[in-house]
């Protein structure tokens, strides 16, 4: 099998932001799934560098359009280094070899007779290098960007797009996952049954603009970029794709019988569109793409240009276009001139890839707008990673060490209900998963994949292993717990594992297993049971550290003062002063159950009461948290211990009376003034989250 994924070309008369970050990194996720899928995988990004955007930015900074694109498709192809991104190209559409590609697919347009010349008039909008009529325009400018447009009449090359308008509407019909979501295969099915398709001008007089591909047939003329640009896609699967594809094209050029043994889906003569061979060289590659990533804005003319343009060159059609939404900043567009736009690196710089990419995709359902901002980042980090995947991890890890030295336990034979459960879950969760990532519900994936996480973080509060492992006659037992609790992180790092790369790595190396999680593959591995008894656990460093919203608020104030650049991600924090927190700020006070342990009055106050609690950390009772309470007036130490109490666990830790507190016992104010401790109604276990 073969998966070909492709993001757009960026321009590079601008610097990258989240943006093009976003569409890379899901890209990139989807290549790294189908790779663990068994897959052979081709995953292009690149940058386009013809037309009149780029050649417009290389005048204003007095470089030729080359020297320009040469500099800009720098920063683009930085950040697939930054990124973590496993492409298996970078293509320029000013590469020889993707020119050349482009004039074959011309001149044979041009032979088919699938283009024309014509003369036409008509209303030119500059910057957005397109035709309008005269009733597209909108109070007499571009329809598009609102500029104005000026009257231009000559001659071009049209690409005859109308005549497949009927044939385009039902190939829509027909596969109802060929433009996802939804919403927009209704878009462009509106827009093809409300009005009759035009045919396209496809060129641009040299005389006009001379930074594109030339025509092969007319030296006067150069491609329309669109046209140039679409083609990165075919032209990449050529000349870009990974060596496997070669040497599959290889295998069934010498064995007449298609070498089954490596046979590839859509590997094989790439033409069955009405049963024509069509002998492109290389062209039993990876095409045609299995997913074309692209932003709402360029739907019609990924939906529309692009597949016409392939029905009139006999070539496959891919098999999914897929056009997700658009991050706000503080619910406003991106702009140079609103000073608001991310710069990717900066977040990666300040907050690690692995979060980034977490939160991209778990923050908003791919498809819709969503809003980017700093606060709602850290919030993911704070709640997600830090509490729940990373403090799993650790304390599973350190609990492994402590109690068995190190090594993964042999379990026992008596499994109770709550192991059957967190296995059902588990093994419920590699077909979970392809459903989902399938249609590109990255958000509804990562929910599945933290059913398993929340489930397992229960399993260890609701077993208790640091209570079993007071009683020697529990030790089967704790084995049991131990083991399937490490055998769920084993799941998780696996499937995790293409959404955050870096993290799930670290992980898998600390269970002691071995191997890269990109060459694994995930059906096998994520069997349950994987785990051998005996194995050597590694050290595991803090995978998300809890960030300190606190002194990030200082350091942010200090920085105001300053007055920092636009462009600063300090800069794009929504302000709010309603009084009202949302709950994504609920959610940062982290509230726990915990046992009191010990109680004592701190000398020399009559309202302090020094307590230990157990509040489920590391399920260690020797790491008690301490706090201070002012509730001696009405209670006595004696009557708090053995009671379940409600403290908020991720406070700073503060002095009182000389005495560091280490959280916050909650508690009302009765009618006559003296606390009342808040307790769960029913009695519960130590160290749950209250949300
Ligand atoms: N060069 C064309 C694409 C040619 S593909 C054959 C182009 N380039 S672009 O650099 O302007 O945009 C690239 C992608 O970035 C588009 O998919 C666009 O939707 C996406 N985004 C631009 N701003 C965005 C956000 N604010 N949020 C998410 N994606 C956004 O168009």
Same mark, same amino acid.
């Given at each position: 099998?073969?998966? *070909?994924?492709?993001?757009?070309?960026?321009?590079?008369?601008?610097?990258?932001?989240?943006?093009?970050? *976003?569409?890379?990194?899901?890209?990139?996720?989807?290549?790294?799934? *189908?790779?663990?899928?068994?897959?052979?995988?081709?995953? /292009?990004?690149?940058?386009?560098?013809?037309?009149?955007?780029?050649?417009?930015?290389?005048?204003? $900074?007095?470089?030729?359009?080359?020297e320009?694109?040469?500099?800009?498709?720098?920063?683009?192809?930085?950040?697939?280094?930054?990124?973590n991104?496993?492409?298996?190209? @970078?293509?320029?559409?000013?590469?020889?070899?993707?020119?050349?590609?482009?004039?074959?697919?011309?001149? $044979?347009?041009?032979d088919?007779?699938?283009?024309?010349?014509?003369?036409?008039?008509?209303?030119y909008?500059?910057?957005?290098?397109?035709?309008?009529?005269?009733?597209?325009?909108?109070?007499?400018?571009?329809?598009?960007?609102?500029?104005?447009?000026?009257?231009?009449?000559?001659?071009?090359? @049209?690409?005859?797009?109308?005549?497949?308008?009927?044939r385009?509407?039902?190939?829509?019909?027909?596969?109802?996952?060929?433009i996802?979501?939804?919403?927009?295969? +209704?878009?462009?099915?509106? @827009?093809?049954?409300?009005?009759?398709?035009?045919?396209?001008?496809?060129?641009?007089?040299?005389?006009?603009?001379?930074?594109?591909?030339?025509?092969?047939?007319?030296?006067d *003329?150069?491609?329309?970029?669109?046209?140039?640009?679409?083609i990165?896609?075919?032209?990449?699967?050529?000349?870009?794709?990974?060596?496997?594809?070669?040497?599959?094209?290889?295998?069934?050029?010498?064995?007449?019988?298609?070498?089954?043994?490596?046979?590839?889906?859509?590997?094989?003569?790439?033409?069955?569109?009405?049963? !024509?061979?069509?002998?492109?060289?290389?062209?039993?590659?990876?095409?045609?793409a299995?997913?074309?990533?692209?932003?709402?804005?360029?739907?019609?003319?990924?939906?529309?240009?692009?597949?016409?343009?392939?029905?009139?060159?006999?070539l496959?059609?891919?098999?999914?276009?897929?056009?997700?939404?658009?991050?706000?900043?503080?619910? &406003?567009?991106?702009?140079?001139?609103?000073?608001?736009?991310?710069?990717?690196?900066?977040?990666?710089?300040?907050y690690?890839?692995?979060?980034?990419?977490?939160?991209?995709?778990?923050?908003?359902?791919?498809?819709?707008?969503?809003?980017?901002? !700093?606060?709602?980042?850290?919030?993911?980090?704070?709640?997600?990673?830090?509490?729940?995947?990373? +403090?799993?991890?650790?304390?599973?890890?350190?609990?492994?060490?402590?109690?068995?030295?190190?090594?993964?336990?042999?379990p026992?034979?008596?499994?109770?209900?709550?192991?059957?459960?967190?296995?059902?879950?588990?093994?419920?969760?590699?077909?979970?998963?392809?459903?989902?990532?399938?249609v590109?519900?990255?958000?509804?994936?990562?929910?599945?994949?933290?059913r398993?996480?929340?489930?397992?973080?229960?399993?260890?509060?609701?077993?208790?292993?640091?209570?079993?492992?007071?009683?020697p006659?529990?030790?089967?037992? /704790?084995?049991?717990?131990?083991?399937?609790?490490?055998?769920?992180?084993?799941?998780?790092?696996?499937?995790?594992?293409?959404?955050m790369?870096?993290?799930?790595?670290?992980?898998?190396?600390?269970?002691?297993?071995?191997?890269?999680?990109?060459?694994?593959?995930?059906?096998?591995?994520?069997?349950?049971?994987?785990?051998?008894?005996?194995?050597?656990?590694?050290?595991?460093?803090?995978?998300?550290?809890?960030?300190?919203?606190?002194?990030?608020?200082?350091?942010k104030?200090?920085?105001?003062?300053?007055?920092?650049?636009?462009?600063?991600?300090?800069?794009?924090?929504?302000?709010?002063?309603?009084?009202?927190?949302?709950?994504?700020?609920? &959610?940062?006070?982290?509230l726990?159950?915990?046992?009191?342990?010990?109680?004592?009055?701190?000398?020399?106050?009559e309202?302090?009461?020094?307590?230990?609690?157990?509040?489920?950390e590391?399920?260690?009772?020797?790491?008690?948290r301490?706090?201070?309470?002012?509730?001696g007036?009405?209670?006595?130490p004696?009557?708090?211990?053995?009671?379940?109490v409600?403290?908020?666990?991720?406070?700073?830790?503060?002095?009182?009376?000389?005495?560091?507190?280490?959280?916050?016992?909650?508690?009302?104010?009765?009618?006559?003034?003296?606390?009342?401790?808040?307790?769960? !109604?029913?009695?519960? &276990?130590?160290?749950?989250?209250?949300?």
């Open positions: 099998m073969k998966f *070909y994924v492709t993001t757009p070309i960026y321009y590079v008369n601008d610097l990258p932001h989240i943006g093009h970050a *976003y569409t890379s990194l899901a890209a990139d996720v989807l290549a790294r799934y *189908y790779r663990m899928r068994g897959n052979h995988v081709m995953f /292009l990004t690149g940058t386009d560098e013809h037309g009149q955007k780029v050649a417009d930015a290389a005048a204003k $900074r007095n470089l030729t359009s080359k320009h694109a040469d500099s800009m498709m720098e920063n683009f192809h930085d950040l697939t280094l930054k990124l991104l496993t492409n298996d190209g @970078f293509i320029r559409t000013t590469d020889d070899e993707h020119k050349r590609i482009v004039q074959e697919l011309m001149q $044979r347009l041009w088919k007779g699938e283009v024309e010349r014509r003369s036409y008039s008509g209303w909008c500059t910057p957005c290098e397109r035709f309008w009529t005269e009733k597209d325009l909108q109070e007499g400018n571009c329809p598009e960007c609102s500029r104005p447009v000026e009257q231009i009449e000559e001659d071009n090359y @049209f690409f005859l797009m109308s005549k497949y308008a009927e385009l509407e039902q190939h829509i019909v027909d596969n109802p996952e060929f996802l979501p939804e919403s927009r295969r +209704n878009e462009v099915l509106g @827009f093809l049954r409300s009005q009759p398709l035009q045919d396209l001008c496809i060129s641009r007089p040299v005389k006009r603009l001379d930074w594109g591909v030339p025509l092969p047939f007319d030296k *003329y150069v491609t329309y970029v669109w046209f140039d640009a679409l990165n896609y075919y032209s990449g699967a050529q000349y870009l794709a990974p060596e496997i594809f070669r040497l599959v094209a290889r295998n069934l050029d010498e064995n007449e019988d298609g070498g089954e043994s490596l046979q590839l889906e859509g590997a094989r003569n790439p033409s069955d569109v009405h049963g !024509e061979s069509h002998q492109l060289k290389g062209a039993r590659g990876p095409w045609p299995d997913v074309h990533l692209i932003g709402k804005d360029i739907l019609t003319t990924h939906a529309v240009y692009w597949i016409t343009m392939l029905m009139a060159l006999e496959p059609l891919p098999k999914m276009i897929f056009a997700h939404g658009w991050w706000t900043i503080a619910g &406003a567009k991106m702009s140079k001139s609103l000073g608001n736009v991310v710069d990717p690196s900066k977040v990666v710089d300040k690690g890839n692995d979060a980034f990419r977490f939160f991209l995709f778990r923050e908003v359902p791919f498809g819709l707008d969503g809003d980017f901002s !700093e606060e709602a980042l850290v919030g993911r980090i704070n709640t997600d990673l830090a509490n729940d995947f990373g +403090n799993l991890a650790s304390r599973t890890l350190k609990m492994a060490e402590n109690y068995f030295e190190g090594k993964v336990p042999s026992g034979m008596a499994l109770t209900d709550a192991e059957h459960d967190l296995k059902a879950v588990a093994e419920g969760l590699p077909h979970k998963v392809e459903d989902k990532l399938r590109l519900k990255f958000q509804k994936a990562i929910e599945d994949i933290w398993l996480l929340t489930r397992a973080n229960k399993y260890l509060d609701d077993q208790a292993p640091w209570k079993l492992a007071k009683d006659e529990q030790a089967e037992r /704790l084995a049991t717990v131990m083991y399937n609790t490490l055998e769920a992180l084993r799941i998780l790092a696996l499937h995790l594992h293409p959404i790369p870096d993290a799930t790595q670290k992980l898998w190396q600390a269970l002691g297993l071995e191997g890269d999680l990109d060459t694994l593959d995930l059906f096998t591995n994520a069997v349950w049971g994987g785990l051998k008894p005996g194995t050597e656990l590694n050290k595991l460093d803090n995978l998300f550290p809890r960030i300190d919203t606190k002194k990030k608020k200082d350091k104030i200090k920085q105001e003062k300053k007055k920092v650049q636009p462009n600063n991600l300090d800069n794009i924090e929504k302000k709010k002063d309603d009084g009202l927190i949302n709950i994504k700020d609920f &959610a940062k006070v982290e726990k159950t915990a046992k009191v342990l010990e109680a004592e009055r701190v000398e020399g106050s309202k302090l009461i020094k307590l230990q609690v157990d509040s489920g590391a399920g260690q009772p020797e790491q008690t301490q706090i201070v309470a002012g509730i007036k009405a209670y006595t004696e009557e708090l211990v053995g009671k379940i409600v403290v908020v666990a991720n406070l700073k830790p503060a002095k009182l009376m000389g005495v560091e507190s280490q959280g916050m016992l909650l508690a009302a104010t009765g009618d006559d003034g003296e606390p009342v401790i808040l307790s769960p !109604e029913k009695e519960t &276990a130590p160290g749950l989250r209250i949300k």
